[in-house]
């Protein structure tokens, strides 16, 4: 099952790049045009991205650096050792919606210290699959277009990466209990 | 809510910084967050150029219309203000499935199209609109069928079973889903002016695609209650 769908996700760009151009071309698009039209387009956009987001990246940089990020964790551990919970994992929850980057080293390094199939390894691999890096799809999408106002965009995001990492822990710890 | 935590987290950093004597750490390491801002953006050109191209070309020949109207039954409810036929249906469409399957460096490009798309109906260019809200939300929360990445690095670490974590982060990801459509459900109730009140056009600067009248017909509809 997982073999098909590695093998189905590696056929699929290649589908779509040549399946696209080929029924514009049926349907008399001249294609290398509209190609090069449409990805004059690109530059612009990642530019505009730049100073959005080495505004966030500055700011996360710092933040843990200072060492400011292990005072937050050491202020959330009593909670998770109350609710026996592995307090391991509880940076990602942490991490997970400030940087993409980041969390995935730590969760990689989390694997190789207790293991794939420990209870840790799997919580924090789940964590880590199952959200998305909140405040850079938001500096990313919205810095593309200009937004500043971005009104309740982040608090719902915040939210639903919370659910996410409590479900996230609930649901491993009742599968593979 | 960004000013407060951008702020917050400079203020902290630096204060934090003084006490634990970590000055120079924390000087260096916001030139090298303002150094990996600019490589990510730098990364994110020959993508942004390829995709973006690809999907003119899918533009120019309706298969973004098709697909639009595949999925637009679900997708029309989360998106009421957003015309049907609009483009915009069509880049969220294909944000959406390219999150699904995993294609990160294709849904980013395609989310962004989406957002430009969506800012021609937008009023107030500096402002989000709830639509842009409900992708944002979507896209943080990003359902994904299968973790390519971490089942790669599990495989790399000697798991006996390195997809036995695909169920888990699935059921994960569609709790985290729901709750960012419900949240999103309930600030757009909340935000949405009465019925009948306010939807006066507000005069728009450069509108090449003005939000035609059914936009705001459908906009008057989700102000008035019962959405989804």
Same mark, same amino acid.
């Given at each position: 099952?997982?073999?098909?769908?590695?093998?189905?996700?590696?056929?699929?760009?290649?589908?779509?790049?040549?399946?696209?151009?080929?029924?514009?071309?049926?349907?008399?698009?001249?294609?290398?045009?509209? *190609?090069?039209?449409?990805?004059?387009?690109?530059?612009?956009?990642?530019?505009?991205?730049?100073?959005?987001?080495?505004?966030?990246?500055?700011?996360?940089?710092?933040?843990?650096?200072?060492?400011?990020?292990?005072?937050?964790?050491?202020?959330?551990?009593?909670?998770?050792?109350?609710?026996?919970?592995?307090?391991?994992?509880?940076?990602?929850?942490?991490?997970?919606?400030?940087?993409?980057?980041?969390?995935?080293?730590?969760?990689?390094?989390?694997?190789?210290?207790?293991?794939?199939?420990?209870?840790?390894?799997?919580?924090?691999?789940?964590?880590?699959?199952?959200?998305?890096?909140?405040?850079?799809?938001?500096?990313?999408?919205?810095?593309?277009?200009?937004?500043?106002?971005?009104?309740?965009?982040?608090?719902?995001?915040? *939210?639903?990466?919370?659910?996410?990492?409590?479900?996230?822990?609930?649901?491993?710890?009742?599968?593979?209990? | 809510?960004?000013?407060?935590?951008?702020?917050?987290?400079?203020?902290?950093?630096?204060?934090?910084?003084?006490?634990?004597?970590?000055?120079?750490?924390?000087?260096?390491?916001?030139?090298?967050?303002?150094?990996?801002?600019?490589?990510?953006?730098?990364?994110?050109?020959?993508?942004?150029? *390829?995709?973006?191209?690809?999907?003119?070309?899918?533009?120019?020949?309706?298969?973004?219309?098709?697909?639009?109207?595949?999925?637009?039954?679900?997708?029309?409810?989360?998106?009421?203000?957003?015309?049907?036929?609009?483009?915009?249906?069509?880049?969220?469409?294909?944000?959406?499935?390219?999150?699904?399957?995993?294609?990160? $460096?294709?849904?980013?490009? &395609?989310?962004?199209?989406? &957002?430009?798309?969506?800012?021609?109906?937008?009023?107030?260019?500096?402002?989000?609109?709830?639509?842009?809200?409900?992708?944002?939300?979507?896209?943080?929360?990003?359902?994904?069928?299968?973790?390519?990445?971490?089942?790669?690095?599990? &495989?790399?670490?000697?798991?006996? $079973?390195?997809?036995?974590?695909?169920?888990?982060?699935?059921?994960?990801?569609?709790?985290?889903?729901?709750?960012?459509?419900?949240?999103?459900?309930?600030?757009?109730?909340?935000?949405?002016?009465?019925?009948?009140?306010?939807?006066?056009?507000?005069?728009?600067?450069?509108?090449?695609?003005?939000?035609?009248?059914?936009?705001?017909?459908?906009?008057?509809?989700?102000?008035?209650?019962?959405?989804?």
């Amino acid at each position: 099952m997982f073999d098909l769908f590695t093998r189905l996700s590696a056929w699929l760009i290649p589908a779509i790049i040549v399946f696209i151009p080929l029924y514009a071309a049926f349907r008399k698009v001249p294609v290398y045009e509209t *190609f090069v039209e449409g990805a004059k387009d690109g530059f612009g956009t990642a530019i505009n991205i730049i100073p959005s987001l080495v505004g966030m990246m500055v700011a996360i940089s710092m933040f843990r650096a200072s060492g400011a990020m292990d005072l937050m964790l050491g202020a959330v551990r009593p909670l998770f050792d109350w609710l026996s919970i592995p307090t391991e994992v509880l940076p990602l929850g942490i991490l997970r919606p400030l940087t993409g980057a980041g969390s995935l080293a730590f969760t990689a390094d989390l694997i190789a210290t207790h293991g794939p199939d420990s209870m840790i390894g799997r919580i924090a691999s789940t964590i880590q699959g199952s959200t998305d890096t909140t405040l850079y799809v938001l500096t990313v999408y919205f810095g593309a277009i200009g937004i500043r106002k971005t009104k309740y965009a982040l608090k719902v995001g915040l *939210f639903s990466d919370l659910v996410g990492f409590l479900a996230a822990i609930l649901i491993c710890l009742y599968i593979f209990k | 809510m960004v000013n407060w935590i951008w702020l917050f987290f400079i203020v902290i950093s630096v204060v934090v910084a003084a006490i634990n004597g970590r000055i120079d750490a924390v000087t260096q390491a916001a030139f090298d967050g303002a150094k990996s801002g600019v490589t990510i953006s730098f990364g994110l050109i020959s993508i942004m150029v *390829f995709w973006l191209g690809m999907m003119r070309i899918a533009e120019d020949a309706g298969v973004l219309k098709k697909l639009a109207k595949l999925l637009s039954p679900v997708i029309r409810r989360l998106f009421p203000d957003v015309p049907a036929n609009h483009p915009a249906m069509g880049y969220i469409m294909s944000n959406l499935s390219a999150n699904l399957f995993g294609l990160g $460096n294709a849904a980013t490009p &395609m989310g962004i199209k989406a &957002m430009q798309e969506l800012q021609k109906l937008n009023p107030d260019q500096t402002t989000a609109t709830p639509a842009m809200c409900t992708l944002l939300a979507l896209n943080t929360s990003s359902i994904t069928l299968v973790p390519t990445t971490l089942i790669a690095i599990r &495989m790399n670490y000697g798991s006996a $079973n390195p997809a036995e974590i695909v169920g888990t982060t699935l059921a994960a990801t569609f709790v985290a889903t729901g709750a960012a459509i419900l949240a999103d459900r309930w600030y757009r109730r909340r935000s949405s002016p009465p019925p009948g009140i306010h939807h006066k056009q507000i005069p728009i600067q450069k509108s090449i695609d003005p939000p035609p009248i059914a936009a705001t017909a459908s906009l008057r509809k989700s102000g008035g209650g019962k959405v989804v």
